[in-house]
């Protein structure tokens, strides 16, 4: 099973800035936080990842709260192409542990 | 670089019949998995291989085999196809050793399956 929760779907306003939370409360010390979206059926693709520092690259970024039992991505100006489902994950930063997916949130992005 | 490649994009099988699904990837990854998605659910891991050599089973295994015929190639076969087994199937891989900072998962297109 995931170990992660979040929001079915959220609605976003072309341009504004679109913030999807995500509950990881059984996180273990090791395991970091990751993000990846799935546009229409394409296959997933990775955004950001992150463990307790707040991070940011050029998609996205990433807050985790101090007590890493939750955090949210932001797209800070979300455009049409945003629309997609995002899928948060936690997992052991490095080997080869397979990602866990769960429903993830559909993000639609509103001109 | 192509990435992770798969064919094929569709297929139609009737009950019973047989298929190998193929993956392959141009990254010089160790570790490959796959995946079937069905409608309105999230991506579930049917087999992995961490290294060449070596397939371990994922959350959904039953009535998949998987080989890996060398690092680049990871098949996934249905011996005898069922309709439950109708879904998009996706290959990825990852390269854990020399990517362990985001340890990156890349996919393929997927492969729309139907079985009748």
Known sequence: ?111 | NAGVTQTPKFQVLKTGQSMTLQCAQDMNHNSMYWYRQDPGMGLRLIYYSASEGTTDKGEVPNGYNVSRLNKREFSLRLESAAPSQTSVYFCASSDPIQGAISNEQFFGPGTRLTVL
Not at chain 1, 2 to 28: F, V, W, Y
Not at chain 1, 90 to 98: C, D, I, L, Q
């Open chain 1, 1 to 111: 099973d995931a170990k992660t929760t979040q929001p079915p779907s959220m609605d976003c306003a072309e341009g504004r800035a679109a913030n999807l939370p995500c509950n990881h409360s059984t996180i273990s010390g090791n395991e970091y936080v990751y993000w990846y979206r799935q546009i229409h059926s394409q296959g997933p693709q990775y955004i950001i990842h992150g463990l307790k520092n707040n991070e940011t690259n050029e998609m996205a970024s990433l807050i985790i709260t101090e007590d890493r039992k939750s955090s949210t991505l932001i797209l800070p100006h979300a455009t049409l192409r945003d629309t997609a489902v995002y899928y948060c994950i936690v997992r052991p930063g490095s080997g080869n542990t397979p990602l866990v997916f769960g429903k993830g949130t559909r993000l639609s992005v509103i001109a």
